[in-house]
């Protein structure tokens, strides 16, 4: 895709690691972040980020544009990737976390395998990645919107388990 756009070999390797930066410094930003924010919140700032960027790609075709795209889009799944896996405990509890994160890491490896069909065969019908990407903007916008409306449950254990950090110790017992 980077090819398409006029750049070479060495910008993809360049994008793979400052998306990679980008992405780490999200998860580390997010997990500070996600006990003081609402999730929807930080999931529809997410989505907003990766639409934008996808929705810029196509006009992307110097080595410092594609290195932002890097960074919004690294940015972007490192939000998703805290706000994922925090989501399920927080919404049903930890008593069935492994059962719904098995079942939604099976959905997700599905799903990203589909991705890449999708989008070659949005190339085979427009002659390039553009339109893939413009659809994919347009589905994430409309992700980052319905994530501010969306009321997440919050199942009676989940109250006490959230409101205790992992920090703090139990009060010593006096006898």
Do not use: C
């Not at 079942?103 to 395998?113: E, H, R």
């Not at 890449?116 to 553009?130: F, K």
Request: proline share 5%; aromatic share 10%.
């Amino acid at each position: 895709m980077l090819a398409e756009q006029g750049l070479n070999e060495t910008v993809y390797y360049r994008v793979l690691a400052i998306g990679m930066f980008a992405g780490l410094a999200a998860n580390l930003g997010t997990g500070l972040a996600i006990r003081r924010l609402p999730m929807q919140l930080l999931l529809a700032v997410a989505m907003a980020i990766l639409a934008g960027a996808w929705a810029w790609f196509p006009a992307v075709h110097t080595a410092p544009q594609a290195y932002t795209f890097a960074v919004l889009q690294g940015i972007a799944g490192g939000m998703l990737m805290v706000v994922f896996f925090a989501v399920w405990s927080y919404a049903y509890g930890p008593a069935n976390l492994g059962r719904i994160q098995a079942v939604a890491q099976a959905l997700t490896v599905i799903a990203s395998a589909f991705g890449p069909l999708l989008v070659e065969w949005s190339r085979g019908l427009s002659g390039s990645y553009h339109q893939g990407f413009y659809a994919a903007a347009a589905i994430a916008i409309a992700g980052a919107g319905l994530a501010l409306f969306v009321k997440m449950p919050r199942p009676a254990d989940t109250a006490n388990h959230l409101s205790t950090t992992s920090n703090s110790l139990p009060s010593p017992s006096r006898s």
